[in-house]
């Protein structure tokens, strides 16, 4: 039997009834505290690598490999492994919840028109690998580079993680773009050669380590010093542009007051 003072309150609260729980809030506040997770992670490793773990560096697989040890190094040996392994959850639950909210912004956005039906048939497209590939970025810590599957085996979580990222900065640069808001004024024109930049610089990074794997290296990191600062450098600037920059960018796009609203009933 319907309850008249159910139907009465819900008119009252615009159709929503009191005892209904929603959470207001902008997703990219979701964005933001993954990447200081990130970063906190990157900064607790270099620390607890450099004063606990045993090890001299150019013995690692990954200098014999690369001739340099990148910052994978400072995750892989005990007991900076378990440490990582622990706060790592900090990024993955926060970037899944972003993920997720993220889909559901753009999905609403194309269905009142604001953005187009195909970047909401991207979105659809790139969401369930760009999920999995968030929540397995503990697989970092279960195969050791120096492990029995091999580096390969190790290094192919970073890879679909790094690949994931550049994909759903497709999508939150054309939905930045068709509902103006990037930030810091920025115009498209901008913002698309932020992604291109990334994007090569993502590939541009696969290329040369799975060359290197493969025997036919295009920076010879090993065995040239040259190719090992351009090396170097490539990662670096990647680390900058995919880790770093979002931060800043994640931290001016939740102050500008496009909030979402999750209703529990």
């Known amino acids: 039997m319907a309850n008249p003072s159910a139907g009465a309150e819900a008119a009252r609260n615009g159709g929503v009834p009191e005892n209904q729980f929603k959470l207001t809030f902008n997703i990219e506040t979701l964005r933001l505290l993954a990447y200081l997770a990130l970063l906190f992670m990157v900064v607790v490793g270099i620390v607890v690598t450099k004063l606990f773990v045993i090890m001299r560096l150019e013995d690692t697989v990954i200098f014999q490999i690369f001739g340099f040890n990148h910052i994978c190094n400072v995750f892989d040996h005990q007991p900076s492994r378990t440490i990582s392994s622990l706060l790592v959850l900090l990024f993955i639950l926060p970037m899944a919840g972003f993920v997720l909210c993220s889909y559901f912004r753009t999905y609403d956005a194309a269905k009142e028109g604001r953005v187009p039906m195909g970047l909401q048939t991207y979105n659809k497209i790139i969401t369930p690998f760009v999920l999995l590939s968030v929540c397995y970025t503990y697989m970092w810590f279960v195969n050791s580079p120096d492990g029995e599957y091999g580096f390969i085996a190790h290094y192919l979580p970073y890879v679909a993680l790094q690949l994931a990222l550049g994909l759903l900065a497709i999508q939150e640069v054309g939905f930045l773009a068709y509902t103006g808001a990037l930030p810091f004024g920025a115009s498209v024109r901008l913002a698309k050669g932020y992604l291109v930049v990334l994007l090569l610089t993502t590939a541009l990074c696969q290329v040369a380590v799975f060359s290197l794997l493969l025997g036919v290296p ?45 209703t529990f009933g």
């Open 218 to 262: 295009i920076l010879d990191s090993a065995k040239s010093p040259g190719d090992r600062t351009a090396f170097q450098a490539l990662m670096y600037f990647y680390s900058f542009l995919a880790i770093v920059m979002p931060v800043f960018l994640a931290a001016k796009n939740r102050r500008n007051g496009r909030v979402s609203t999750i």
